[in-house]
């Protein structure tokens, strides 16, 4: 039998180059800033209008009763 030192494996390791950094500048920094409030008002405002709207639905479906009226406030 040989052994696997006859043979040896021989490895060459070649560094990579390093990435270059990204400049971040002020304007970046503000387009990002803005474009993360306003995906956050669009899903604020999605799910606010879909919890709302279940919340009227179940308000009306719920009240199947003929001789209740909604209340109203003296004028």
Do not use: C, N
Not at 14 to 42: F, H, R
């Amino acid at each position: 039998m040989q052994s696997s030192l006859a043979h040896p494996y021989v490895v060459t390791v070649i560094p990579d180059k390093p990435a270059e950094a990204k400049v971040t500048t002020v304007s970046d920094l503000l387009i990002g800033s803005v474009s993360m409030a306003a995906a956050l008002l669009v899903v604020a405002l999605v799910l606010g209008a879909a919890f709302g709207g279940v919340r009227v639905a179940l308000r009306r479906f719920r009240s199947s009763d003929p001789d209740r009226l909604p209340p109203v406030s003296p004028s």
